[in-house]
């Protein structure tokens, strides 16, 4: 089950594009611009859809798509520049590259997930988080991460 949680807010994280890791590191003091819930939340009705989190990834993947050819490559992946981002980028290929062309595109990432991340997040179960349920996964991260450093 520890294996099943870790998976899932490691997940949430990349689904989030990483809005749930920088908040913690504003948070903490590291580096990294925060995405609130309030900056994901594009029509402010309190609740993030699956609309607004798709617009958020594909944002953020055609800001990793430095070349513009509609795929991420393995060294794309690792300059994102986070701790650990060549074994991060790895295991990403391995479970995501669905065609094993060594890239993913954004299909494939969104493919990859299949909704399951979203509605782990999405606890009351209407398809949208809330701001409640999106500060839940935030501790659950931050628990994790305070975990991970003892």
Do not use: C, W
Request: glycine share 10%; net charge negative.
């Amino acid at each position: 089950m520890d294996n099943l949680l870790k998976i899932s807010v490691l997940g949430l994280a990349i689904l989030l594009g990483d809005a749930l890791q920088n908040d913690v590191q504003a948070q903490e003091g590291q580096a990294g611009k925060a995405k609130g819930f309030s900056e994901l939340d594009k029509d402010g009705n309190g609740q993030l859809t699956k609309a607004e989190i798709e617009s958020h990834m594909q944002a953020r993947f055609n800001n990793a798509d430095t070349d513009s050819n509609g795929a991420l490559s393995r060294d794309e992946l690792v300059a994102r520049g986070k701790k650990k981002s060549e074994e991060r980028a790895n295991r990403m290929l391995e479970r995501l590259d669905a065609n094993e062309d060594g890239a993913l595109t954004f299909a494939e990432m969104k493919e990859g997930r299949g909704g399951k991340l979203f509605n782990r997040a999405d606890a009351n179960g209407d398809g949208a988080i809330s701001e409640a349920e999106f500060e839940e996964m935030k501790q659950k991260r931050r628990a994790k991460r305070a975990e991970k450093s003892e």
